[in-house]
């Protein structure tokens, strides 16, 4: 809100504000298209690897009688 007020107070920010949207929509000028591939697809493609064969370990399977699993679980429930 505070920040939408200083904004106001700014000479010209209406018509700043309708030049981006412009820059934005008009298909000429592909501005949507630079912003996703500059900003938003980095974001979300990164560096991203994937271990297929990556199966977590569980410790003290056999050792701990208390540990909580499916079986303990449903039979708490049931």
């Known amino acids: 809100m505070a920040i939408g ?3 106001d107070r700014i ?10 949207t412009c ?3 008009i298909p000429q000028f592909s501005g949507a298209a630079y912003v ?3 900003y938003i ?4 493609v ?3 690897t994937m271990n297929v064969f990556y199966v977590p370990s ?14 303990v679980s ?3 429930y049931v």
């Not at 010209?12 to 981006?20: C, D, E, G, R, V």
């Not at 697809?41 to 979300?44: A, I, S």
């Not at 569980?58 to 701990?64: E, P, Q, S």
Request: positive net charge.
């Open 5 to 7: 007020v200083i904004f």
């Open 11 to 20: 000479p010209l920010w209406s018509y700043a504000k309708l030049i981006i």
């Open 23 to 25: 820059w934005l929509v």
């Open 36 to 38: 996703y591939q500059q």
């Open 41 to 44: 697809r980095p974001f979300y």
């Open 46 to 48: 990164g560096n991203r």
């Open 58 to 71: 569980k410790k003290d399977l056999f050792t701990d009688p208390t540990q909580d699993d499916i079986v």
């Open 74 to 76: 449903a039979d708490k």
